[in-house]
């Protein structure tokens, strides 16, 4: 039964065939179909809407690195003011604060790289019952 069926391509690539004839497009009407099939032109991302879209996505990592400038700031002027107990702790909190920041930096990336689903094609219901249907 095999050997003689004829599949839905064969039948459709089958010389004399009235139906394959009729699908045939002219290079104009190839071409307009392909314009009008275009990805629309997308204006480019401003810097504002780049920073909120990075800030909202990742709101601890510009968190750390405004907690390493104040360290830092903070031991400089402590320097300055000859301060070299304040300004050791201080450069120590940096070094912490720097450390923080590129881990959660590390655990947002390894986070975004993993796909965590165990079955890709099942979606499940917002109560859990369709389970119960399949049943």
Do not use: W
Request: proline share 4%.
């Amino acid at each position: 039964s095999y050997a003689g069926s004829v599949t839905k391509m064969e039948a459709a690539a089958a010389p004399g065939d009235n139906s394959t004839e009729e699908t045939k497009m002219t290079a104009e009407e190839m071409q307009l179909l392909q314009i009008q099939n275009m990805p629309k032109y997308s204006r480019p991302e401003t810097f504002e809407e780049k920073l909120y879209r990075k800030f909202s996505k990742e709101p601890l990592i510009p968190i750390g690195c405004l907690t390493t400038a104040y360290f830092l700031g903070s031991g400089i002027r402590s320097f300055y003011n000859r301060d070299a107990v304040r300004s050791q702790k201080m450069m120590r909190l940096r070094v912490g604060a720097q450390f923080s920041t590129l881990m959660i930096f590390i655990g947002y990336a390894g986070l975004n790289a993993f796909n965590f689903t165990i079955a890709p094609g099942y979606h499940a219901g917002k109560d859990g019952k369709d389970d119960q249907k399949r049943s």
